[in-house]
């Protein structure tokens, strides 16, 4: 139960298991990221990524197992946790610091040899610091500063901006800068590309390539973990029964490759789980047959009418003898068949049914919405859009272009300042706010669902909807991870889905598999869908329309 830094090229985790009050986050969790690898973590929303990688930064002791890490192990945190008074030029030399102390000691070892040049001493220390200094890219550390503050687009930033002046988003950048500088010698990563467009993805990936040590990195970024990642472990157990062991897949199992080799992998074993559940059925239908049919032969069991009554009687009691073995051993059977039975694989997510008048509006080929150069001042630039009941279209644009702004606008729930908006009649409108916005997070997830909804007698759970666990579902919104909360509010879409749907960023915070679902569900939607999003996965195999939002200053 001891977290252990030692000098070591590799992060290894021997059965790890950690629980808090109520409930198991890890079980003898077991892995090993070598120099140079770089590990995925995927898994449903609250299944412990987050809680791994803190174990293995060594800020949580686990209640069982054993963590070996790098001395120099940096954890990029979901917040940047500095003052908001301190400068962005503040947080990045503190990131250099080491490095920029290294540079002090080189000088001063250089005057120590200057003052006494017969000293072996001096110089055998200042050879040290400067082989230090070489391997760590001392002469190139102002170039170094300036490429990752442009890749991860903040180059524009003033050096003197207070930390508490700039965006959420600018603010996880800028810790993420700030930790690829100071060059640890293992990187764990959480969700690191939340908040990065494309550009600051492209530059991410051919960094970890390079990285020397371990990386340990926990994303539900399908398309970065197809490009960045070696290797996937998955702290989900839910890949259904491993027929090879016989019993359930342990958490934490790898897989070699990026993400298209684990989505295979699983989509194989979903498959399997569904035939062998299929075949149990089969196998325990007719057993059950059996049972029934025997049953009633042993109470009209026949002999031929010509022999006599002691003879029909040998015959009966015969029959019944081999009917009655036959029964027991069917019913042997199925109690086996009980013990050892295969769960029904869950039923991948569905919208369901539109409720009576809930479907596309009347009005033929006329328009749903259309929008004609609508605008917000300093949000949304003149936009020209058609929107017909039925169609299902991508939003696309950089950033700060206005794309959660024209969701809005499409939901009535902002007025434009210019241009206008016609409507078709009165549409009932769903919207997936990229953040979700809880007034009170003491309540439980199931309560705030249904709270929501237009009929919450007559709603399914959000067991039911196989989004959220009973348990979870009890928990106030506080206890849960943020990948939990957001399908607490997809949930609400999903029970009672509208005929127009609005979904910004509808993958955030999902987990790679349900992200997955949520995709093949919209595909089948009767509905209208407008979604926007960066995920490109998504946008990769979008099959719609596509429109781009322009620049506000175009």
């Not at 970024?221 to 062991?245: H, I, K, Q, Y």
């Not at 279209?393 to 206005?402: I, K, W, Y």
């Not at 490109?536 to 979008?542: D, L, S």
Request: contains cysteine.
């Amino acid at each position: 139960m001891a977290s252990l830094p030692h000098d070591t090229t590799h992060l290894r985790l021997d059965g790890v298991s950690v629980g808090f009050p109520g409930r198991r986050v890890l079980t003898d969790v077991s892995l090993t990221v070598s120099a140079g690898e770089r590990i995925g973590l995927i898994g449903e929303n609250g299944a412990g990524k987050s809680t791994l990688l803190r174990v293995a930064a060594g800020l949580l002791v686990p209640g069982a197992g054993t963590v070996h890490r790098p001395a120099r192990t940096g954890l990029l945190h979901q917040e940047l946790a500095v003052p908001a008074r301190t400068s962005v030029g503040d947080v990045v030399e503190h990131a250099v610091a080491g490095l920029r102390a290294l540079e002090r000691r080189l000088a001063e070892l250089a005057g120590d040899i200057a003052a006494s040049p017969g000293d072996p001493v001096p110089a055998d220390a200042y050879a040290a610091a400067l082989q230090d200094a070489e391997r760590h890219g001392l002469w190139s550390l102002d170039a170094r500063v300036e490429t990752v503050l442009d890749g991860l687009g903040l180059g524009h930033l003033p050096r003197d901006r207070p930390a508490g002046e700039i965006s959420g988003g600018q603010r996880r950048r800028l810790a993420l800068a700030a930790l690829l500088l100071s060059r640890p010698a293992a990187l764990l990563l959480d969700e690191p590309t939340n908040h990065l467009d494309d550009a600051a993805v492209d530059f991410l990936v051919p960094e970890l390539a390079a990285w020397r040590g371990p990386v340990l990195v926990a994303s539900h970024d399908r398309w970065f973990l197809d490009a960045a990642a070696t290797g996937l472990v998955d702290l989900d157990p839910a890949l259904g029964p491993d027929e090879s062991a016989g019993g359930p897949v342990r958490q934490g199992a790898a897989c070699t490759g990026g993400y298209s080799s684990y989505l295979a992998r699983r989509e194989d074993a979903r498959r399997r789980w569904a035939e062998r559940f299929s075949a149990q059925e089969a196998e325990r239908q007719r057993l059950r047959e059996t049972v029934d049919v025997s049953a009633r032969q042993i109470f009209h069991t026949t002999a031929p009418k010509s022999e006599g009554r002691v003879t029909r009687k040998f015959y009966s009691d015969r029959a019944a003898r081999t009917v009655g073995g036959r029964v027991r051993s069917a019913r042997r059977r199925i109690d086996e068949l009980e013990r050892t039975a295969v769960a029904a694989p869950p039923a991948p997510l569905r919208f369901a049914g539109f409720a009576p008048g809930a479907g596309a509006p009347p009005g033929g080929d006329r328009p749903l919405v259309r929008l004609s150069a609508a605008s917000v001042a300093g949000r949304l630039a003149p936009t020209d859009l058609v929107l017909h009941a039925g169609e299902h279209l991508l939003v696309e644009g950089p950033n700060g272009t206005g794309k959660s702004t024209l969701l809005a606008v499409l939901a009535g729930e902002l007025r434009p300042d210019g241009g206008a908006v016609e409507r078709q009649g009165s549409v009932v409108v769903g919207r997936l706010a990229q953040e979700d916005r809880w007034p009170d997070l003491g309540v439980p997830a199931g309560t705030a669902y249904r709270s929501r909804l237009r009929d919450p007698a007559s709603a399914p759970t959000l067991a039911a909807l196989g989004l959220l666990r009973d348990d979870d579902a009890g928990r106030p919104l506080g206890e849960l991870s943020p990948g939990q909360r957001r399908r607490v509010a997809l949930a609400v879409l999903v029970a009672e889905p509208p005929p127009l749907l609005l979904l910004d960023e509808p993958t955030n915070h999902l987990s790679p598999a349900l992200a997955e679902e949520l995709e093949r569900a919209l595909e089948d939607f009767p509905g209208t869908v407008v979604l926007a999003t960066h995920d490109r996965w998504v946008r990769r195999r979008w099959r719609g329309r596509t429109v781009s939002v322009a620049p506000r200053s175009a």
